[in-house]
């Protein structure tokens, strides 16, 4: 019971000692950080705000070069559609002239046929 209370004692204390070397190295590490910083805060500040301003230029260039692309791509398959509707469009009178032609041929040899069967 003895060895148990000494073990649980023993893993207490390296888990304290671990605890604080883990918080004295964030406080050293941070006055480092404060102590070695290479601007002011309110350099560093300005900085990422200009950093900030220059990314949304550059997104804002992007986009429209996107949309230029997009508007391009757009134009070009309305053209193709409007080509292809006048393509269908005109092999559909194509037809049609042709089923005309088909159906005209044939009226003019019924009316050859009723003619000779009445004189006939």
């Known amino acids: 019971m003895e060895n148990q209370t000494q073990e649980r ?7 304290l ?12 590490g941070a006055g480092a950080m404060l102590l070695l910083a290479p ?3 309110k350099e560093t500040r300005d900085a990422i ?3 900030g301003v220059e990314l ?4 804002a260039k992007t986009v429209e070069g996107a949309m230029e692309q997009a508007r391009g791509t757009a ?7 409007h080509k292809q509707a006048k393509e269908l469009q005109q092999r559909g009178q194509d037809m049609l002239d042709e089923q005309k032609e088909v159906v005209s041929t044939a009226v003019e040899a019924e009316k050859t046929a009723l003619h000779n069967i009445s004189n006939g």
């Open 9 to 15: 004692g023993c893993h207490v204390s390296n888990a």
């Open 17 to 28: 000692g671990f605890l604080a070397g883990l918080l004295m190295g964030g406080v050293v």
């Open 75 to 81: 134009g070009r398959i309305k053209a193709d559609v």
């Open 56 to 59: 949304r230029d550059r997104t």
């Open 39 to 41: 601007n002011s805060g």
């Open 49 to 51: 705000r200009q950093e």
